[in-house]
């Protein structure tokens, strides 16, 4: 049987370990002679593949390892990679949080000012990545990429290397799907979901089980629990934290305006900035409950490993790990399995511009994703998408041509700042602290 290589960018990714256990989980559909780690930072990654190996040993001793941060040794005739690069890790996320709250505006890693921050440091070492697999991976290769914020970087990635093979991927549609069929009480797998938008800016707008219509009965239930489980403890530990539990509450908010749609859960910074404001915890974020939590274990994981051969198993990523691994299951193989990715719209969705970076349910083959058309979406939503997208394509431009005025017009479009002055002052904040990784913005 044929065999793949895989790398993993971002080697040191608190993920990692997770993401190995379900490619080890799926070694028959995805068999695997070599694997891989890169990152910038090999200390980091060093510790994380002491853990990322203890979970390979419990399966086989048939893949080679390989633990580098030369890209050469990483990239050198891989199949795929896996990508998953937080640049300028948690310290950077911190500032993406708080810089904004400080001026009373959302404060989040993937939307509104700190999105569009991280967007401003991520997409010069995306386009590198991709340089350097083009330059030493196979010529089928592909890049799988989870790194964030996935909107942005998808739409540099469209820009500036249109003819890449990589495949954009989120978790949060499927993380959704998972909380969803726990509620109706079925597999996720036994949903059929009809969705569209941008990354962490869509909606549900069908989900069936057995082709009968289950919206109504979602509908209803969030009305009374949010997108939660009565029994919370229901919910997996990718997502137990108690920013998630308000986060899946907060859909009820979200419904009980705007009943029509099961919404992503990320559009409550969209449509509730103010309440997100005055709910969130300025001195204490998501990146400090991250850094507090999951990366804390990681490490003392690997420590008490280290010192006593006992590995315990706090690397369960749930969805995090199983889709990234479905997604390129039906890549390797061409299975042509239908997920919710992003693509280029292309009369996808045909009152929206072509060139956008939707979405949407399509097929998983060997040549890439094939979208299912959706048809026009309702004005409402069509409004707030061509928004959001002008703000993130307009940012893009901003990175590319190194244009001040541009990044200060993204940043006054994107819904969750209330005027340019705000926007402005915001920015101006971020660029100081972002010196070492933004280009000049002049
Ligand atoms: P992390 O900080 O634990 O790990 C990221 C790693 O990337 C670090 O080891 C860092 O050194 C490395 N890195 C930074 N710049 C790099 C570069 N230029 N080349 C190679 N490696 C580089 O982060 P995490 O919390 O585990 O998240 C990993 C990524 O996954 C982030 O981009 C995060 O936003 C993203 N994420 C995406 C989803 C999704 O569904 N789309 C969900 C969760 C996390
Ligand atoms: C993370 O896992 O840190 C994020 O990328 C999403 C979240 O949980 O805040």
């Not at 409550?268 to 103010?274: A, C, E, G, H």
């Not at 901003?398 to 541009?406: D, L, M, N, R, T």
């Amino acid at each position: 049987m044929k065999t793949f290589k895989l790398a993993v960018a971002g080697g040191g990714s608190t993920y990692t370990p997770g993401i190995i256990r379900s490619l080890m989980d799926r070694l028959e559909d995805l068999p695997l002679s070599e694997i891989r780690f890169y990152d910038i930072d090999g200390e980091r990654q060093a510790k994380v593949v002491v853990a990322a190996k203890a979970v390979i040993e419990e399966y086989t001793d048939k893949i080679k390892v390989i633990d580098t941060t030369d890209p050469q040794t990483a990239f050198e005739d891989v199949d795929f990679v896996f990508a998953q690069m937080r640049v300028g890790k948690y310290a950077m996320r911190e500032l993406d949080e708080k810089i904004p709250l400080s001026h009373n505006v959302v404060g989040q890693e993937t939307c509104g000012p700190g999105g569009l921050a991280y967007g401003l440091r991520t997409i010069a070492p995306m386009i590198e990545l991709i340089d350097y697999v083009e330059k030493y991976a196979k010529e089928t290769a592909w890049i799988v990429n989870y790194s964030n914020p996935a909107s942005i970087v998808a739409e540099g990635v469209r820009k500036l290397r249109p003819n890449s093979r990589v495949l954009n991927i989120c978790d949060m549609p499927v993380a959704t799907m998972r909380n969803i069929a726990a509620i109706l009480g079925v597999e996720r797998e036994e949903l059929e979901v009809d969705y569209f938008g941008l990354n962490h800016f869509g909606w549900f707008t069908s989900i069936k089980v057995d082709g009968v219509e289950r919206l109504p009965e979602i509908r209803e239930h969030v009305y009374k629990y949010g997108l939660l489980t009565e029994d919370i403890s229901k919910i997996d530990y990718r997502h137990a934290d108690s920013s998630w539990i308000k986060t899946f509450k907060n859909i009820k908010l979200i419904m009980d305006h705007f009943p029509e749609y099961l919404p992503n859960p990320y559009l409550q910074y969209y449509l509730f900035p103010d309440h997100i404001v005055e709910t969130s915890n300025k001195e204490y974020t998501r990146a400090n409950e991250v850094m507090d939590g999951r990366e804390k274990t990681l490490f003392e994981t690997v420590k008490k490993y280290e010192e006593t051969g006992i590995l315990e198993d706090s690397f369960a990523v749930g969805v995090h790990g199983t889709f990234i691994v479905d997604v390129t299951v039906s890549l390797a193989q061409n299975l042509g399995k239908r997920y919710l990715v992003m693509v280029e719209n292309n009369g996808t969705i045909p009152n929206l511009p072509a060139d956008a970076m939707i979405e949407v349910p399509a097929l998983i083959t060997s040549d890439g994703p094939k979208p299912e058309f959706v048809g026009d979406i309702p004005y409402f939503y069509k409004a707030m998408i061509d928004q959001q997208l002008a703000s993130e394509k307009i940012l893009v431009e901003a990175i590319v041509e190194g244009s001040y005025e541009k990044a200060l017009q993204a940043f006054t479009l994107n819904k969750t700042l209330p005027s340019a002055k705000v926007a402005k002052a915001v920015l101006d904040d971020l660029i100081e602290a972002n010196k070492e990784y933004w280009p000049t913005l002049t």
